[in-house]
Nanobody, 122 residues
Framework: QVQLVESGGGLVQAGESLRLSCEASGRTFSTDAMAWFRQAPGKEREFVAS????????YYENSVKGRFTISRDNAKNTVYLQMNSLKPEDTAVYFC???????????????WGQGTQVTVSS
């Protein structure tokens, strides 16, 4: 297993960008699929994006497709979420997660970070 720590959240205005990072500690990072989820007040935890262990396969929730990009650098043990054209509805706590397959269900991911707050003002 690995431990995950997210960073890069903050307060931005609509239309601006943020880049989230998820740094992993442990030996098996390069073999894990990784994903980003988010949870806004009063809403269920929502799949955002995932990436295969090799980085060759990426998957996105429809509302962020074309605006967000997930990537990974196994040499740095880090997964990124580049978020462009941010909207107020993107406001949420963003969680990094690790699993075996980059599917959308949260139950496929067994290791979770503590989350980082992203707030987008109008």
């Amino acid at each position: 297993q690995v431990q995950l720590v997210e960073s890069g959240g903050g307060l931005v205005q609509a239309g601006e960008s943020l880049r989230l990072s998820c740094e992993a500690s442990g030996r098996t990072f390069s073999t894990d699929a990784m994903a980003w989820f988010r949870q806004a007040p009063g809403k269920e935890r929502e799949f955002v994006a995932s990436i295969s262990w090799s980085g060759g396969g990426t998957y996105y929730e429809n509302s962020v497709k074309g605006r967000f990009t997930i990537s990974r650098d196994n040499a740095k043990n880090t997964v990124y979420l580049q978020m462009n054209s941010l909207k107020p509805e993107d406001t949420a706590v963003y969680f990094c997660a690790a699993g075996t397959i980059p599917v959308r269900t949260q139950y496929a991911y067994k290791i979770w970070g503590q989350g980082t707050q992203v707030t987008v003002s109008s």
